[in-house]
């Protein structure tokens, strides 16, 4: 894997980051994401299996926050503690790296 040059875009070599790394680029204002914005700027970022895994259940996990706060305030008058606590019907989500 060489460092590809030219061009303003230009990536400028490979990092391996950590899971609370990766995820704090997806969260609004990480002040983990700023700390590290300096060494993963033009680089390609590539991630190891466990942390795909990890990035994936967190989403799952506040997917299933989301749906049961949003059922806790329906109308029916059920208590959200009765609710089923099924899987959500919607697909979970997936994240596809690329390190190439």
């Not at 490979?14 to 990766?22: A, G, M, S, W």
């Amino acid at each position: 894997m060489g460092d590809v040059h030219g061009g303003a875009g230009a990536v400028t070599g490979t990092v391996l980051v950590d899971t609370n790394v990766f995820t704090a680029r997806l969260r609004e204002r990480s002040p983990l994401a700023t700390l590290y914005a300096k060494h993963l700027f033009g680089k390609r970022i590539a991630l190891a299996p466990q942390s795909v895994a990890e990035a994936q259940y967190g989403a799952l996990k506040a997917t299933w926050v989301l749906l049961a706060r949003s059922n806790s305030h329906g109308s029916s008058g059920e208590h959200a503690s009765s609710r089923s606590t099924s899987t959500p019907s919607r697909p979970s989500p997936s994240f596809v790296i690329g390190v190439g």
